[in-house]
């Protein structure tokens, strides 16, 4: 299976009557960065799981880089899952604890100790790794985590709300981190911050009742060339005269996010040519702070999940 880095086809895991998953069918490229987004109880995790090994299927195929599903002899090395909530051993130290892991993956000792450097810089706790995991705040704990995973660089790593309990600050990093591997090593996320999501994949799975939804390459969701929203001061007065400026657009309001999204057809021109028309004639009524064109994945996955959008006006 060239180019394939996971498959798992008609997934079913029974817990009683209910099912966590009902015929759960993913692909996942090599190299992509692939997130799943869905609400609480979807099955994302329990995919995660499955995939790893961790759980019986009821039925269905799991196949991590041709080499069937997960044999800690076969893919010893080239597999690692951050699960959600994993712990850590309290009175480890993170150097000592990243050595063994390099260790355990098959790295000669000076590979293992220099591999284990280089991941606590690469997570910004160098200064920490004779520190107690103990003595370690959440957010730390969770960056010697993600560490852990990356080490000995697996060809496919699985993360289960990576950046849960982050500050601002590490988040970023953490990104940067995560991001720098795309092409590299074959990531799936699932997180509940779809700012995540869009800001580090390349590929997205929107998951339901246990099943794939939809799956596609994230710009192909979140690219149209019919859309563009202003983030705006106010809520424009006059409509009619936004509609008179770019005949047959239909106008959306989000009050919570600021924003007036604007659709329209191809005779309007294109993104430039509405732009051109509309921003004098909101800058006639209030500020414009920014422009945007296509959808973010938020509006992307709630579209798609049918959810209520901004009023039409």
């Known amino acids: 299976m060239i180019g394939v880095a996971i498959a798992t086809r008609d997934l079913v895991k029974r817990y009683g009557r209910r099912r966590a998953l009902d015929g759960f069918s993913l692909t996942v490229p090599r190299g992509a960065v692939m997130g799943l987004v869905g609400a609480n109880g979807a099955g994302k995790t329990t995919w995660?799981?499955?995939v790893a090994g961790f759980l019986r299927l009821s039925s269905g195929s799991v196949d991590i880089l041709g080499r069937g599903p997960f044999d800690a002899a076969v893919h010893s090395g080239s597999f690692a899952i951050l699960p959600q909530d994993s712990a850590l051993p309290l009175e480890a130290r993170p150097g000592d604890l990243l050595y063994r892991y390099a260790r355990m993956q098959g790295l000669p000792v000076e590979a293992a100790r220099k591999s284990a450097r280089d991941m606590l810089h690469a997570v910004n706790l160098l200064d920490r790794?004779?520190?107690?995991?103990?003595s370690l705040s959440h957010g730390m704990r969770m960056r010697v985590r993600l560490a852990q995973c990356f080490i000995g660089s697996p060809e496919v790593v699985l993360l289960d709300e990576p950046l849960n309990g982050l500050d601002p600050a590490e988040a970023d990093r953490m990104r940067q981190f995560i991001r720098a591997r795309r092409g590299r090593q074959t990531i799936a996320i699932s997180s509940h911050n779809l700012h995540d999501i869009e800001a580090l994949c390349t590929h997205v799975a929107f998951v339901e009742k246990g099943r794939v939804?939809?799956?596609?390459?994230l710009e192909s969701i979140t690219r149209s060339v019919t859309r563009v929203a202003f983030t705006l001061a106010a809520r424009p007065a006059d409509m009619e005269a936004l509609s008179a400026v770019v005949p047959g657009a239909t106008f959306a309001w989000n009050?919570?996010?600021?924003?007036?999204?604007c659709t329209f057809d191809e005779s309007a021109g294109g993104v430039a040519a509405v732009?051109?028309?509309?921003?004098?004639?909101?800058?006639a009524q209030t500020d414009v702070i920014a422009v945007r064109s296509g959808l973010s994945l938020e509006q992307a996955y709630l579209g798609n999940a049918g959810q209520r959008g901004p009023d039409v006006v």
């Not at 009050?255 to 999204?261: F, H, I, P």
């Not at 732009?275 to 800058?283: F, G, H, S, V």
Request: glycine share 4%.
């Open 255 to 261: 009050a919570d996010a600021g924003t007036l999204a």
């Open 213 to 217: 939804a939809k799956t596609a390459m």
């Open 129 to 134: 790794a004779d520190n107690s995991i103990r």
């Open 275 to 283: 732009n051109r028309k509309l921003l004098p004639a909101l800058l």
């Open 48 to 50: 995660m799981m499955a």
